[in-house]
């Protein structure tokens, strides 16, 4: 991130056009906050009041970093993703997203299924689709620089678990990414 020492917080959130990483520094003694999104310094403000909020986006995502005292000259920093806690939202994002990872043509390719609203992702860009439904579920087609890849969504057999995702590209399926 910086080079200014004061890096206090530091998250990753899981956004479906990628990874998003958010850097916070604070001086304590100076006051001075630089929010850092993606490596890209995006606020450099000098506050007098040690406490309070940080409130940006991520493209359409908002985002609060909280900071709180916790006794002396220490402080907490909490961060909030679309009114929910950082925790929460990560954890819903993994229900929602399904993510792939995997290289095509010599660089990493990232694929993401938005499973809410079917939105097909690649490399931070929503791409169009064509569904079709085959014997054993539905498969959602598109096109990799010129590979033909496809999304199959099969039942479980368990209602608990739900549909599973599987991505086939060039006719090999790709083992999911965790993030």
Same mark, same amino acid.
């Given at each position: 991130?910086?080079?200014?020492?004061?890096?206090?917080?530091?998250?990753?959130?899981?956004?479906?056009?990628?990874?998003?990483?958010?850097?916070?520094?604070?001086?304590?003694?100076?006051?001075?906050?630089?929010?850092?999104?993606?490596?890209?310094?995006?606020?450099?403000?000098?506050?007098?009041?040690?406490?309070?909020?940080?409130?940006?986006?991520?493209?359409?995502?908002?985002?609060?970093?909280?900071?709180?005292?916790?006794?002396?000259?220490?402080?907490?920093?909490?961060?909030?993703?679309?009114?929910?806690?950082?925790?929460?939202?990560?954890? +819903?994002?993994? %229900?929602?997203?399904?993510?792939?990872? #995997?290289?095509? @043509? =010599?660089?990493? /390719?990232?694929?993401? $299924?938005?499973?809410?609203?079917?939105?097909?992702?690649? +490399?931070?860009? %929503?791409?169009?689709?064509?569904?079709? #439904?085959?014997? @054993? =579920?539905?498969? /959602?087609?598109?096109? $990799?620089?010129?590979?033909?890849?496809?999304?199959?969504?099969?039942?479980?057999?368990?209602?608990?678990?739900?549909?599973?995702?599987?991505?086939?590209?060039?006719?090999?399926?790709?083992?999911?990414?965790?993030?």
């Amino acid at each position: 991130m910086g080079l200014g020492g004061d890096l206090v917080a530091m998250w990753e959130v899981p956004l479906s056009d990628g990874l998003h990483k958010v850097g916070f520094e604070h001086g304590t003694t100076t006051g001075r906050r630089v929010l850092w999104i993606d490596g890209q310094k995006v606020r450099h403000d000098w506050m007098f009041k040690l406490v309070g909020s940080e409130v940006f986006n991520i493209g359409n995502t908002k985002c609060v970093i909280k900071i709180e005292p916790v006794g002396g000259f220490s402080y907490e920093y909490s961060l909030e993703v679309n009114g929910k806690s950082y925790k929460k939202f990560t954890e +819903n994002q993994s %229900k929602i997203l399904k993510t792939w990872l #995997f290289p095509l @043509d =010599g660089a990493y /390719t990232r694929v993401v $299924l938005e499973k809410d609203t079917l939105d097909v992702w690649v +490399n931070g860009t %929503k791409l169009d689709t064509a569904g079709e #439904f085959v014997e @054993d =579920g539905t498969e /959602t087609h598109f096109d $990799l620089s010129g590979h033909p890849a496809y999304i199959r969504a099969v039942s479980s057999g368990n209602r608990r678990e739900g549909l599973i995702h599987g991505l086939v590209v060039d006719d090999v399926e790709i083992p999911e990414a965790v993030e």
